[in-house]
Nanobody
Framework: QVPLVESGGGLVQSGGSLRLSCAASGRTFRTYHMGWFRQAPGKEREFVAAVSWIGGSTSYADSVKGRFTISRDNAKNTLYLQMNSLKPEDTAVYFC????????????WGQGTQVTVSS
């Protein structure tokens, strides 16, 4: 089990920035690949970004490339998502997720944090 708790969401104006955090419990965080997803009202959950267990490999959805940065601090058991140049279409509930094996289904999910970008 890898309990995940997101924080850092809120209301921000278009063009602004937010940093999301995902705190994990337990000693095994560093062995998990981590990712961020989001779900806007009336839409399916979509992939945002992912980082490998050691942090050396990252991937992003085309819609956030160049604006969002995923990172992790294994010493603090924490995953981050730095979001810059936010747009109204970034408004969604953001979830972090963990999986033991890359390219496998995600094993654990957080409860989500709301991000609202006003125009």
């Amino acid at each position: 089990q890898v309990p995940l708790v997101e924080s850092g969401g809120g209301l921000v104006q278009s063009g602004g920035s937010l940093r999301l955090s995902c705190a994990a419990s337990g000693r095994t965080f560093r062995t998990y690949h981590m990712g961020w997803f989001r779900q806007a009202p009336g839409k399916e959950r979509e992939f945002v970004a992912a980082v490998s267990w050691i942090g050396g490999s990252t991937s992003y959805a085309d819609s956030v490339k160049g604006r969002f940065t995923i990172s992790r601090d294994n010493a603090k058991n924490t995953l981050y998502l730095q979001m810059n140049s936010l747009k109204p279409e970034d408004t969604a509930v953001y979830f972090c997720a963990a999986r033991k094996v890359n390219v496998a289904p995600w094993d654990y999910w957080g409860q989500g944090t709301q991000v609202t970008v006003s125009s």
